[in-house]
Nanobody, 117 residues
Framework: QVQLVESGGGLVQPGGSLKLSCAAP????????MGWYRQAPGKQRELVAS???????NYGDSVKGRFTISRDNAKNTVYLQMNSLKPEDTAVYYC???????????WGQGTQVTVSS
């Protein structure tokens, strides 16, 4: 059974920082493209950031320069460092693992991030 377990969400003031983690102990982690997506109430789920098996990164326009995605293949974990947080970053953040060759597309349960004073 595939498990993606997110952690690190919470309440933070505007301008603050949070670091999300996603552990994926049950997959061949190093070959997967890992991503973070988010969904705010009443809005569609959107890409926040992704990182390929080779370390290439991609970011949504709204988070460029503020968020950083990274991965530790030895720990089967992907991270999202979020700095300079804004109220509009408030959403449920989901971890995703993709490997198209196997039609693999897995999601975590989500972690709430709330940016509010």
């Amino acid at each position: 059974q595939v498990q993606l377990v997110e952690s690190g969400g919470g309440l933070v003031q505007p301008g603050g920082s949070l670091k999300l983690s996603c552990a994926a102990p049950t997959i061949s982690f190093s070959i997967y493209t890992m991503g973070w997506y988010r969904q705010a109430p009443g809005k569609q789920r959107e890409l926040v950031a992704s990182i390929t098996s080779g370390g290439n990164t991609n970011y949504g326009d709204s988070v460029k320069g503020r968020f950083t995605i990274s991965r530790d293949n030895a720990k089967n974990t992907v991270y999202l460092q979020m700095n300079s947080l804004k109220p509009e970053d408030t959403a449920v953040y989901y971890c995703n693992a993709k490997y198209p060759r196997w039609s693999a597309d897995y999601w975590g349960q989500g972690t709430q991030v709330t940016v509010s004073s």
